[in-house]
């Protein structure tokens, strides 16, 4: 399985970038998505996940992001996606895309349940 991150880049506070999540090497219509972020001196944190099958509209989003991320994905261009609005400062980081199978959505927040993840893109959001 290969997980390839695009769409980071500088934004100015108060903009908006999409990232894309482009998976191949799996059935990507069973694989639960997640989008982790890592700013610079510190950990890994989650940002959002959306679920699978009769569950493909659950949702998380850390409390940080929510009301201005949303991410979403289509099954037929094996794609997730993460749309952010109002981008603040502290919003800049390295943002890795992560797959995986078998997933309890209650833990969608938790690295060690992802068993792929992508390269990062990097998000600088200046003030």
């Known amino acids: 399985v290969q997980l390839q991150a695009s769409g980071g880049g500088l934004v100015q506070a108060g903009g908006s970038l999409r990232l894309s999540c482009a998976a191949s090497?799996?059935?990507?219509?069973?694989?639960?998505m997640g989008w982790f972020r890592q700013a610079p001196g510190k950990e890994r944190e989650f940002v959002a996940a959306?679920?699978?099958?009769?569950?493909?509209?659950?949702?998380a989003y850390a409390n940080s992001v929510k009301g201005r991320f949303t991410i979403s994905r289509d099954n037929a261009k094996n794609t997730a996606y993460l749309q952010m609005n109002s981008l603040k400062p502290e919003d800049t980081a390295v943002y890795y895309c992560?797959?995986?199978?078998?997933?309890?959505?209650?833990?969608?927040?938790?690295?060690?349940?992802?068993?792929?993840w992508g390269q990062g893109t990097l998000v600088t959001v200046s003030s």
């Open positions: 090497g799996c059935t990507f219509s069973t694989n639960y």
């Open positions: 992560a797959a995986a199978q078998g997933l309890i959505f209650s833990d969608s927040d938790r690295e060690s349940r992802y068993n792929y």
């Open positions: 959306i679920g699978i099958g009769w569950s493909a509209g659950s949702t």
